[in-house]
């Protein structure tokens, strides 16, 4: 939809309705306004998905209305302004409702509000795990005694306040703002951070050239300092900022994780120069994202020790559903989920699996989009046939529909056929089918659900551990 990209965000106390309340990003920055004294509601389409019950009760908890997305919200609140994401249709009942009202995109709210804190801005961009590196920078950045503020696209786990979600945390006035920022709909035009981190280019949301000319421009916003993939330097020339590389393996200038290796309790790696570190998340690409966290604080120039870096790094508690051991089957099988949603993240997810698990990996992909799997279709075929072993099988579900306009192209089963021609061993199943081919794969080291956007996805992975 058309919306006006000069307009502002009312100061607060003003009066903001959020249409789509529901998203990760959108409930991340309304929470953001009510710490800022906005009075804030809010309409969703999934207001009676049992999956997001939680997370609706506790926006509820810190005084958020919400409404169903029926125009009701928006003619009872009045607000003074709409904020919608790219998500929104131009005839969404809640815009037809009041259409005098300004509409203003999630991304320039959320940036607006991020400059009203007088924090400085560390920002996290990339492909790939994004919300991982954002929740671990805040999560050291917590453990080395700095105050933050952190908006982001996944829920922490660990131990929170009751009327915290997980995807919005502030303390006392904090010094740094950790942002994830998303290059899905080019909305990361709208941040020049003070600090930034670039953790990769992949096939997602559209052509990788265009993906490589908005992260340059991002780059080049950046005021202090960025942290980058030691490939994707070059496309720092306009950043006028200091640059630090990482590595998955030793490069002139670049931190890198040497040593690495994983055991029942977590991964360990040493970083030359920088010591040795050691997690309970998963995968030599958690020890690459931890090396990206390391190379910006070493940037801060927070003058910590080693042995508190190391600490710092420890202290992670990880993101829900990145490689999330929920439990066991009855048989001792293992069950994680995942939001791998795009060929690098899939082919991260299902290695890992192989790693820590051993033993065949019986993984279930659910596409988040029609307009996402078409950019996939063919790397994934490519990812497929380089991470599959023997064994190992890939079952694909229907694509995920969240509403608005789709082409409804192309469909699971005509990207399964493509990946059946390439050798891959593939089927396109529906949920109803999944736990009896689950069943007749006797011999699996774990069972790995993936996927994105659909809150549904992380609780019928649990139904597992009933059978």
């Known amino acids: 939809m058309e919306y006006d990209t000069s307009l502002n965000l009312v100061p607060a106390p003003g009066k903001v309705f959020f249409i789509g309340i529901g ?4 409930s991340g920055l309304a929470q953001l306004l009510v710490s800022q004294g906005y009075s804030v509601a809010g309409s969703d ?21 919400l409404y169903e997305q029926d125009g009701s919200g928006v003619v009872a609140e ?36 991020i400059a009203n804190t007088g924090t400085q801005l560390i920002g996290v961009a990339g492909s790939c795990g994004k919300t991982s590196v954002t929740g671990w920078i805040a999560s050291a950045l917590k453990a080395l005694g700095e105050p933050v503020l952190v908006v982001n696209g996944g829920y922490f786990a660990g131990t929170l306040p009751d009327d915290l979600p997980g995807n919005f945390i502030a303390d006392a006035s904090p010094r740094w703002a950790v942002v994830e920022i998303d290059e899905s709909d080019h909305s990361i035009n709208e941040f020049s951070p003070d600090y930034g981190v670039l953790l990769n280019v992949g096939n997602d949301h559209y052509e990788e050239a265009e993906l490589r000319r ?56 040493d970083i030359p120069g920088m010591g040795h570190f050691a997690s309970g998340q998963s995968g030599h690409h958690s020890a690459l994202n931890a090396t990206a966290v390391v190379a910006l604080l070493k940037m801060l120039h927070l003058h910590a020790k ?14 829900h559903q990145r490689f999330e051991v ?33 033993g065949p990996v019986v993984a279930i992909f659910q596409p988040h989009g029609f307009r996402p799997l078409e950019f996939m279709r063919t790397p994934l075929a490519e990812i497929l046939k380089e991470t599959l072993r023997p ?9 995920y529909y969240a509403g608005g306009s789709a082409s409804f192209k192309p469909t699971s ?31 699996k080291g774990c069972v790995l659900v993936m996927g994105a956007r659909d809150s549904s996805l992380r609780p019928w992975t649990a139904t597992f551990m009933e059978h």
């Open 214 to 269: 908005v992260f340059a421009a991002f780059m080049g916003r950046c005021k202090k300092g960025v942290v980058c993939l030691k490939e994707l330097q070059r496309l720092a020339d306009g950043c006028q900022a200091p640059v630090q590389t990482f590595s998955p393996e030793g490069a002139e200038g670049a931190l890198y994780p040497a040593n690495y290796s994983m055991d029942k309790d977590g991964i360990a790696f």
């Open 391 to 399: 064994g190992d099988v890939f079952y694909m579900l229907p694509v």
């Open 413 to 443: 089963e005509e990207v399964v056929a493509q990946l059946v021609e390439n050798g891959i061993s593939a089927k396109a199943i529906q949920r109803s089918e999944a736990l009896e081919l689950i069943h007749s794969n006797h011999q």
């Open 306 to 319: 080693q042995e508190q870096l190391a600490a710092a790094i420890a202290a992670f508690p990880g993101i």
């Open 78 to 113: 009045s607000p003074d302004e709409l904020i919608v994401s790219t998500a929104v249709e131009a005839g969404n009942p809640d815009l037809v409702a009041r259409p005098n009202i300004p509409v203003l995109h999630r991304a320039r709210a959320l940036a607006q509000a």
């Open 45 to 65: 389409r999934g207001l009676a998905e049992p999956g997001k019950a939680e997370l609706y009760e506790k926006l509820r908890r810190q005084g958020i209305h």
């Open 23 to 26: 998203g990760i990003g959108m």
């Open 326 to 358: 929920m439990g066991a089957m009855a048989d001792g099988t293992p069950l994680v989920n995942d939001y791998a949603h795009n060929p690098e993240k899939i082919h991260a997810a299902i290695s890992t699996a192989q790693e820590r698990f051993g």
